[in-house]
């Protein structure tokens, strides 16, 4: 039915109203320029119903109704310039009506001008427009436009990046049935970038996206069910759901199920099918995918041993983004088979994956470049990596940056503040040099050097048996 007579239809009861006029009724009262009888009679000629099929008098209609300023006249003829249904298609004649039906109050107009424009298929990408279009559409109640607008936000293009913003929006469009903007408050719920993070409304939204088509709420459905994050664990069902997803094409949904198949989980231990469901995920670009894929040709678990084949799909973990890949192949540069010795080639590799937010990373980093290992030393960056880790919480590189604060005469506070950081991580050195540096205050010195020897450092320990720094 046309957009037109759906919006005419909105009224209660109006399915119980009395049948089509006769089409001569309808064209005398259009010809006479009642406008709501040129669109109805337009839907006739349309369907080929009670009158001839004739696309182009349907359009002719359209116009004259559209000219008459009925607003739902104008947005069924912006889709026939589109369609090119009984006029030629026009896409820029097309953009004009439907921006006259959104100024004439029709929010399917807005919606459908918002999306061209934040598309770019058929006219100019325009987000600002875009943007400015998809919020009357949903505030006018197209729950798709919501989520289209979501997206915007949650992207931070072209307004500034608002993740709460987004979720507001995807919620809203999810509770109109929108299964996409479903799966985007869900993975948003998930991870906690919208706020503080809410795995039960996770995993409600995943279901209700999932119920509604969307894949990828399907995939962060199962992966609540695998863990039990926010719902009852059910790996048998999870292996279903991300089952559903890979067989869609869905790169996350073949990780996952690779996971379940290599752990046996909620489906049976299959190393080989494993292998081959994380090469899925992989050649669809996933990182871990590949990341996964090759821990499995390194060890010979699933697939022949190949050294150079991990390396290889190390390479491409990292290309695709995943840190770890990054990490793993710098290893491999530095002292692993598969690829040639070269530490200096990997610092490329920890660079990348250390920018990519892996403290891991930046930690074998820092330490090749404070030792200056077959590249040009650097302590001043060593310090600033080891300082980042060390706020990550890598306790054992507190220590490491105590001693380099110290080396460089850095302020007392500063060296004891990454010595106790690291004492409470567990670093007995750490704890013994803090030691060291209260022997004026004893009882708060054996307080340190307990700890050190807990820690195992013999040394602390003879002092504790002492009861004396």
Known sequence: MLLALALLALAPGAALQAPVADPAMLKKSCDKGTATDCLQLAGLHARGERVPHDPGKAASLLKKACELNLAPACAELAAAYRRGEGVKPDAERAAQLYQKACDGGVAAACAELGAILQDGHELQKNLGRASELLGRACEGGVTASCGRLGSMYADGSPMAKDEAKAAT????????????????????????????????????????????????????????????????????????LFTRACDAGNARGCLGLGGLARDGAGTARDLPRAAELFRRACDGHLGIGCQE???LAARGQGVARDPARAANLYGQACSYGDPRGCLSLARLYIDGPGVVHEPAR??????????????????????????????????????????????????????????????????RAAVLDSLGKACDGGSGPACRDLGAAYERQPDKALVYYRKACTAGDTASCARVRRGHP
């Open 169 to 240: 929006l995807f919620d809203r469009a999810c509770t109109g049935g929108d299964g996409p903007s479903c799966g985007r408050l869900a993975a948003a719920l998930s991870e906690g970038s919208a706020g503080p993070r809410q795995a039960v409304r996770a995993a409600v939204a995943a279901a209700r996206g999932c119920e509604l088509g969307d894949v990828p709420a399907c995939v962060v459905q199962a992966v609540a069910l695998a863990k039990g994050d926010g719902t009852d664990r059910d790996a048998a069902h999870a292996a279903a």
């Open 293 to 295: 894929l090759a821990l």
């Open 346 to 411: 990997a610092v490329t590799f920890l660079e990348q994956g250390c920018s990519l937010q892996l403290l891991a990373a930046c930690s074998v980093l820092a330490g090749i470049l404070e030792r200056g290992d077959h590249v040009s030393r650097d302590v001043e960056r060593a310090r600033s990596l080891y300082q980042k880790t060390c706020d990550g919480g890598v306790s054992a590189d507190c220590y490491s940056l105590a001693l380099l604060l110290q080396r460089a005469q850095a302020p």
